[in-house]
């Protein structure tokens, strides 16, 4: 099933067409898409828009943990634990590959906190919450067989338990998708540049195509603000008094034919004694984050400093000190901006509440902080406010997030079923009609990843990709996962581009010194 027809939309939109919304979502990253499944299940009509691409914000950029978030239980945070909990279990349960379990060492420092007994209580509230019993106290031996250079004199044995992980950009397109299918309508390169109101209520927005720069008004029963970390910018008044405070968080991938970890493992730095994790992610070996202020334009994607790299080379130097890894050694990096609200007064922002927040203005619900985990969540909180300018909902509500697709992975790929279902996970149903539509020479996984150039065409064919970034970044992760922004698989896209596109070598080439530069901008190792 195709993603809106980019085109055909803004024409409609142009003529008045389609102009008259139930509800209108400003913002496509994780929020904003949830937001528009659940709208679009009420029986609401519905369109969502993004300036950028969708998942262009925190949702591509994020540590991608599906998790309850030990730090939040251990500061005593147990609703939004519980609720992020919940939501990880009905998440793995219905898109098992796409939100997939993972094993995670937590270990125990000596004279550090948590003591043993004390950690003990939080792995078991951990577990308990979530309704399983998967941790376990492990000895320094067992801890060495799974990290076999890590240093553990320090150590007084770990935590095993486990969370999940996910291909952020890709949950946030399946949701979209979801809605897509049940008559959601979805416009990315599209900005609301201003509101619109009548009396002191918002009535709907003014639309701006980012790519021609033309203007259409669009009216709307409710306006949904979900635009994360940019919510208090839209001249929404319901903020005031509370600020949206941006933190920088910044990852790196190193190559894991050289630096293999099979598990999730959270570290103490050596300098600074914060906690930071590696972990397996895509076949590569991820090291993160950092946690910084970050004033900088909003506009600009974010990206990682010499200082950030630096301080997470010394962090992931501990699990590999017999082959230290350098600058050299990352393929890429990237940095996302948390949308952290604040009333201003909490003076360290790692202990800054990540609960979301919902304000109700007349015809104007606004949505942020929060977590990727907790979307859905958040999308029912935001429906719950908007409720009061919409008729009763038509349907029934389900709590699923995800249609059930009733193809196996062993029919999407009998030589590998467990790539099929990972497929599955990440197109639902529409994963059959992906592969069975691709050439045979499609059907083979690009070197070095976990895509087949099947799910390229299939991104070009019927997922709204305008560029080459979009079709690299978040449709695939292919530029972040192969080194140089994946340059080396660029021949093989163009034919498929041009094909499918309609792009010339014009503008094959102006897309590739767009893509160029943003990698090399945002995506690659910073220079020294
Ligand atoms: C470094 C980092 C690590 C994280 N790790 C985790 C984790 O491991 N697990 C977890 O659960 N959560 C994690 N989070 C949190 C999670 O990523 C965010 O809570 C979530 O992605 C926010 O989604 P969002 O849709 O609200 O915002 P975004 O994804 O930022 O989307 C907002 C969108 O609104 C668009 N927009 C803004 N203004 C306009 C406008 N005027 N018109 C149209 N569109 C507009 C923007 O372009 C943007 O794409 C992390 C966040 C960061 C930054």
């Known amino acids: 099933m195709p993603f809106t027809d980019h085109k055909q939309l803004w024409k409609d939109i142009k003529s008045g067409a389609t102009a008259d919304w139930d509800v209108i979502v400003i913002g496509g990253g994780i929020t904003g898409a949830g937001v528009l499944r659940e709208s679009v299940r009420r029986g609401y009509k519905s369109l969502l828009i993004e300036q950028q691409d969708f998942a262009w914000g925190s949702s591509s950029r994020s540590s991608k943990m599906v998790h309850g978030g030990l730090r939040y239980l251990a500061a005593g945070n147990i609703s939004l634990t519980r609720h992020a909990l919940q939501e990880r279990e009905g998440l793995i349960r219905e898109a098992p590959l796409l939100v997939k379990r993972l094993g995670y060492y937590y270990p125990l420092y000596k004279n550090r906190f948590p003591p043993p007994f004390a950690a003990s209580i939080l792995f078991w509230l951990y577990d308990r919450l979530a309704g399983i019993r998967d941790h376990r106290r492990i000895g320094n031996d067992e801890l060495g067989r799974v990290f076999t250079e890590l240093d553990r004199s320090q150590l007084n044995g770990a935590f095993y338990y486990t969370d999940a992980v996910t291909d952020d950009a890709r949950l946030t397109l399946r949701v979209l998708q979801e809605s897509v299918q049940v008559g959601g309508s979805v416009r990315n390169y599209t900005r609301a540049a201003r509101l619109l109101k009548e009396r002191g209520r918002v009535i709907g927005l ?236 499609e059907r083979t996984l690009i070197p070095g990843t976990h895509t087949f150039p099947a799910q ?26 192969l080194k140089n922004g994946g340059a080396e698989v660029l021949d093989k896209i163009k034919p498929l581009c041009q094909e499918i596109l309609g792009w010339d070598e014009v503008k094959w080439r102006q897309e590739v010194k767009r893509y160029r530069e943003v990698i090399s901008s945002y995506y690659a190792v910073p220079d020294e």
């Open 206 to 441: 003014m639309a701006e195509d980012r790519e021609t720069g033309q203007e259409a008004p669009l009216n709307a029963r409710v306006v949904i603000n979900a635009t994360g970390a940019w919510a208090d910018r839209l001249g929404n008044a319901a903020l005031a008094g509370m600020k949206i405070r941006p933190q920088r968080g910044s990852h790196l991938i190193l190559s894991a034919d050289k630096f293999p970890v099979s598990h999730a493992i959270f570290l103490l730095h050596p300098e600074d004694g914060r906690r930071l994790f590696i972990y397996p992610w895509e076949g590569q070996t991820i090291v993160g984050t950092t946690d910084i202020y970050h004033p900088q334009d909003l506009d600009i994607a974010a990206s990682m400093t010499l200082v950030e790299l630096n301080y997470l080379l010394t962090a992931a130097q501990q699990l590999f000190p017999e082959r230290p890894p350098t600058r050299d050694d990352v393929t890429s990096t990237w940095s996302g901006v948390r949308p952290i609200i604040t009333s201003g007064k909490s003076r360290n922002p790692s202990k800054a509440s990540r609960e979301h927040k919902v304000w109700v203005e007349e015809g104007l619900v606004s949505c942020s902080g929060g977590k990727l985990t907790t979307f859905h969540h958040m999308a029912l909180d935001v429906l719950a406010g908007a409720q009061k300018f919409l008729p009763p909902p038509t349907e029934t509500l389900n709590l699923r997030i995800f249609t059930s697709p009733s193809a196996t992975g062993a029919e999407i790929t009998p030589e590998d079923p467990e790539m099929g279902e990972r497929l599955l996970g990440r197109y639902g149903q529409s994963a059959v009609a992906l592969m069975a539509s691709a050439p045979e020479h």
């Open 456 to 481: 390229v065409r299939w991104a070009l064919q019927h997922e709204s990709v305008l560029h080459l970034d979009d079709l690299m970044l978040r449709r695939t992760r292919l530029g972040i996962l």
